[in-house]
């Protein structure tokens, strides 16, 4: 199947493109991204079928349903990472904890957060396509705390890919910061950066403007790419869990075929629920995505005005720090998919020109078909976290804003599956302060032991090791020795 462009063609790109092109050059025309031309439909046999089959074979089968042009070897090898998961059999296990409300544990992979559940196939096929055309291809990737751990584990010594991973120094938490400078791999460079995340992903932006930077990699051989959700790569693997909820509940004799479902997702730049999205208009029977966020409350405004304006807006910095963003660039899939490419080059056109665009009423009725959404403070997140604590069930900061959602969004009697996309041991300082109702300042390696031994809990030996692991990467610099920096380690 080939993939298109949200903004239209340029005339210099091709107007489509496989999908092995689109995941190495993620970048399409005017600034737009890749999607694929025709979504699949998937019926109620489909659905059938994978009761009794694995996730890796239901993953297999809807990549397939794509028409991707990867053969099943790479496909199979990418799947295989799965088995790295806590349970091999099940990487993101669905949990019921009240009468209709399930959750879909996403974190149970090798950074425990849900960046995983796309990025660790994905790594392993990008890899082998880069390999297999005898290319080589640099990823950069600014990140806030997950991306970045994420990125590194999957791409550790893997051929054809090198990635340099700027975070902000004092700007992710301890255990986000170890699991990047102590990864061990050749192909990898971690640097620290005196500013904000903003600074970080302005310095990127810049980076990428460089002539001087894009003659050195031209000189060296090195191609672009990009390993964030803009990347139809991790989209794709996006879809397969939500299947996996419905199948779950399924099995579990919660739901029976064709009853539908709510799917209530903490979001930040649209990945995970774009995937859920998708998975509905392949037929998988979903009532409603709930799209939960904190006070940076941006999609809350899109999908309930239809206007998305960032003018004078300011990132305000939360204890769901995954979720702090203002520009959130999968949505631009959705109007896509229901505005077609002209009218999205308009509205985006309008975003980057103006800071902020405005649906017509016809087209806000749409996304409100599918979509509902809604937002909450840290204090109504740190209360969540304690309630759910009393009943029996912990769960970290970004999953406790969908409780929100939950409450007030729902108007029909159906069940809720909501995403857990962190552990708690990512943000054990934060889950602290709501089990002991206290604002003190906890550092990680305090926070994880109390916690541990609050509640009983076995702290995962990845989290562990990372206290006594070498820092590999310890160069934090200023944001004009940048591009320096790079070209040293190329
Ligand atoms: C990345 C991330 C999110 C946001 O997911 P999107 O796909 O960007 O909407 C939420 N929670 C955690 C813990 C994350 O790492």
């Given at each position: 199947m080939s993939f298109i462009e949200t903004r239209g063609n340029?005339?210099?790109?091709?107007k489509e493109v496989e999908f092995s092109d689109a995941i190495l050059n993620p970048s399409s025309s005017f600034g737009g991204l890749y999607v694929p031309k025709e979504i699949p439909i998937l019926g109620s046999e489909f659905i059938t079928k994978h009761l009794n089959t694995s996730y890796k074979e239901l993953a297999y089968d809807i990549l397939k349903a794509f028409k991707i042009d990867i053969d099943d070897d790479t496909i199979n090898e990418a799947l295989n990472l799965y088995d790295h998961f806590d349970d091999k059999s099940n990487p993101s296990p669905v949990v019921k904890i009240k009468d209709d409300l399930f959750v879909?544990?996403?974190?149970?992979?090798p950074t425990r957060a849900f960046k995983d559940m796309a990025l660790q196939p994905f790594g392993s096929i990008l890899s082998a396509i880069a390999k297999r055309r005898g290319e080589e291809y640099l990823i950069l990737a600014a990140t806030s705390g997950d991306t970045g751990p994420a990125a590194l584990n999957t791409f550790k010594n893997k051929e054809g890919i090198k990635v340099v991973c700027l975070y902000p120094d004092g700007g992710t938490s301890d255990v986000q910061r170890l699991q990047m400078v102590t990864e061990n791999g050749k192909n990898l460079k971690v640097i620290g950066i005196n500013g904000n995340f903003d600074d970080a992903q302005n310095a990127l932006k810049n980076l990428l403007a460089s002539q001087s930077f894009k003659d050195e990699l031209q000189k060296d051989g090195i191609k672009l790419s990009a390993a964030n959700s803009v990347n139809f790569g991790r989209i794709i693997f996006q879809i397969v869990y939500h299947f996996q909820s419905y199948l779950e509940l399924l099995r579990q004799n919660e739901i029976t075929l064709g009853e539908k479902i709510y799917i209530n997702v903490p979001s930040g730049n649209f990945g995970n629920v774009l995937g859920a999205y998708y998975a509905q208009k392949m037929g998988l029977p979903i009532e409603k995505m709930l799209v939960a966020s904190n006070e940076n409350n941006i999609l809350t405004q899109w999908l309930t005005l239809g206007i998305y304006d960032i003018r004078g807006k300011e990132l305000k910095l939360t204890?769901?720090?995954?979720?702090?963003?203002?520009?959130?660039?999968?949505i631009e899939r959705v109007i896509y998919d229901i505005c077609g490419a002209f009218r999205t080059k308009e509205l985006m056109d309008s975003l980057n020109e103006k800071g902020y665009f405005e649906h017509t009423s016809a087209e806000l009725e749409v996304l409100k078909q599918h979509f509902s959404a809604t937002f909450s403070d840290d204090s109504y997140g740190l209360k969540t976290i304690k309630s759910f604590v009393d009943n029996g069930y912990l769960m970290d900061p970004h999953t406790a804003t969908c409780i929100k959602a939950y409450d007030t969004l729902k108007t029909k009697n159906l069940k809720t599956v909501i995403y857990s996309?962190?552990?708690w041991t990512k943000f054990s300082p934060t889950v602290l302060n709501a089990l002991n109702e206290d604002e003190v300042n906890y550092s990680d390696e305090v926070a994880l032991k109390e916690i541990a031994s609050k509640l009983d809990l076995e702290i995962p030996t990845s989290i562990n090791e990372l206290f006594n692991s070498e820092v590999l990467h310890d160069k934090i610099i200023d944001i004009e020795n940048l591009e320096n920096e790079i070209i040293s380690f190329l």
């Open positions: 340029d005339g210099i790109r091709a879909n544990e996403q974190y149970h992979g204890k769901s720090p995954a979720m702090d963003i203002l520009k959130s660039s999968n996309t962190a552990e």
